[in-house]
């Protein structure tokens, strides 16, 4: 079972910058992509950004364009997603994910960001 572990939430003023760290337990050979999500009190789970293993490819919620953005270090199994230009609506409790090939999907714990105005 792979484990997947965020770090790097916090409580920031709006407009500031906070950098989350996911760092797998062991190299997933057969990852599709990987994906940050996020979860607000009262909203469900929506999708943030996404990087496929194969290409590097990206995605981003139209919310988080030009302020967000994520990458990923191969040889530290680990998945990054840089904060910029912070808004009170981006807090959130925020899920590192990683979806196989398979169709099997990871999860880590998550991580509270909380941004004030």
């Known amino acids: 079972q792979v484990q997947l572990v965020e770090s790097g939430g916090g409580l920031v003023q709006a407009g500031g910058s906070l950098r989350l760290s996911c760092a797998a337990s062991?190299?997933?050979?057969?990852?599709?992509?990987y994906g940050w999500y996020r979860q607000a009190p009262g909203k469900q789970r929506e999708l943030v950004a996404l990087?496929?293993?194969?290409?590097?490819?990206?995605n981003y919620a139209d919310s988080v364009k030009g302020r967000f953005t994520i990458s990923r270090d191969s040889t530290k199994n680990t998945v990054y997603l840089q904060m910029n230009s912070l808004k009170p609506e981006d807090t959130a409790v925020y899920y590192c994910?990683?979806?196989?090939?398979?169709?099997?999907?990871?999860w880590g714990q998550g991580t509270q960001v909380t941004v004030s105005s």
């Open positions: 994910n990683a979806d196989e090939f398979t169709g099997s999907r990871h």
């Open positions: 062991r190299s997933i050979f057969n990852i599709n992509a």
């Open positions: 990087i496929r293993r194969i290409g590097s490819s990206t």
